[in-house]
């Protein structure tokens, strides 16, 4: 099965919310669920970031030089 989704999608995900959370026209309660929603981002976030990690470490460990995930891989250093 591919991976529809990418380590960048990530980053963009949660560059889109910390502009939400900068929006000043949002009212108390919007604000609230801006936050919680940040909270259930930055969860789930911790999560594929340990798997990158994991992923990363199993692909050093066979000689593997690209992943499904991660493939802007090259970019990070060895």
């Given at each position: 099965?591919?991976?529809?989704?990418?380590?960048?999608?990530?980053?963009?995900?949660?560059?889109?919310?910390l502009e939400r959370l900068n929006d000043n026209d949002l009212d108390k309660e919007q604000m609230q669920i801006e936050k919680?929603?940040?909270?259930?981002?930055?969860?789930?976030?911790?999560?594929?970031?340990?798997?990158?990690?994991?992923?990363?470490?199993?692909?050093?460990?066979?000689?593997?030089?690209?992943?499904?995930?991660?493939?802007?891989?090259?970019?990070?250093?060895?």
């Open positions: 099965m591919a991976v529809r989704n990418k380590i960048k999608d990530l980053r963009n995900h949660l560059f889109e919310q919680e929603r940040s909270k259930a981002m930055v969860s789930l976030s911790d999560q594929l970031i340990e798997i990158a990690k994991t992923e990363l470490n199993y692909m050093r460990f066979v000689g593997k030089d690209s992943s499904e995930f991660m493939n802007d891989q090259k970019a990070i250093e060895k």
